[in-house]
């Protein structure tokens, strides 16, 4: 549900199999077996069986299919995950969402709907911590 985290996840280097770099610019459908990191734009479509990361030079316009996504850049479009969303303080998120789990920083921007959801089959559900001024969403 709603939680904040006061540990941030980091993915090293060495546990992202492709990089999208700044100067890089994608477009059309983008399919990925594992972690992706995006500094750069794409464009299009993106499928991801693992973990998508947009730094926070990124700028993706598309629908986005993925495990757990994580959201310092800029992103439009539609997400469907079966995971976790967490959008960073400095992510920006415009699109309708279906997750088991959202974090939103403080001072991230969120505009859409969310569909909160259970988490995909074999996939623990994070507990929801929630911290002093935040609500739990009634579903």
Known sequence: M??????????SSSQVDTIVGSGCELQGTLAVQGTIRIEGRVNGEIKVQGDLIVGEKGQVTANIKARDVTVAGVVRGDLDLEGTLEITPSGQVQGDIAVANLIIGEGANFEGNCKMQQPAEGKGQRPARLERGEAKAQG
Do not use: G
Request: net charge positive; glycine share 0%.
């Open 2 to 11: 709603f939680s904040r985290r006061k540990e941030q996840q980091k993915v």
